[in-house]
């Protein structure tokens, strides 16, 4: 049989760890993208452990040349999985996001989701039953102070991923947005400092629900949905 294969974004720790290492828990190759090779390196060595060899890919989601290389050195490749997980978070006011800030969250947050996809459909399109997992989060179904635009960008990608998925139907591609929050990542300990944890999401639970998602027999799918803590105030 041969094994699947996944591309994960982010992967170097939060959530892109813990989905990899579920992934090699079950059998399917990881592929892991993100800016740190140490860290990436980590998560190989755990993957080890399962008994999958992890492939490690240092790889800026915003540089879109690189990108282009990713995809290029991948041409002959089979993909089953792109989860679209790397993100930037910004707690500002409106009035105290400067347009380089703003730039920055929706390239990391929209446009490189948008372009990874497109760069790696030819390979998903060899799948037998290919994913597109986007990770979204809670602000995209509840309304939250400060962050407009985390907001702007997260909203942005929920559309681009009903859209995507009405475009691929046909060729029974799935693409899904699961919105976690807050989940108990550096990220989030980075932006709420002395946040009650058991009011977070773990990165474990997410994992678990991206592999249900992704392993639901060929030509059937589900809706986006928000996974929270019913601890949430």
Known sequence: MTRKTAVITGAGGGMGRAIALKFAQTGIRPLLLGRTEAKLR???????????????????????????AFSAELAPATVDVLVNCAGDWLIATLQDTSNEELDQILRTNLRAPY???????????????????????????????A????TAA???????????????????????????????????????????????????TIAEMVHAVVTLPRGITTSDFVLYSMRWE
């Not at 942005?156 to 807050?182: Q, Y």
């Open 154 to 204: 997260k909203v942005g990608l929920k559309g681009l991923t009903g859209s995507l998925a009405a475009e691929l139907r046909p060729e029974l591609i799935r693409v899904v947005m699961i919105s976690p929050g807050p989940a108990d990542t550096p990220m989030r300990d980075a932006a709420s400092p002395g946040i009650n944890k058991s009011m977070l999401v773990k990165p474990d």
């Open 42 to 68: 980590s998560v190989a060595k755990e993957v080890a452990t399962r008994g999958i060899t992890a492939g490690v890919h240092v790889l800026d989601v915003t540089d879109d040349e690189a990108v282009v």
């Open 115 to 145: 372009i990874l996809s497109r760069a790696l459909l030819p390979n998903l399109r060899r799948s037998d039953n290919a994913s597109i997992i986007n990770i979204g989060s809670l602000v995209t179904a509840m309304s939250v102070p």
């Open 147 to 150: 962050v407009s635009a985390y």
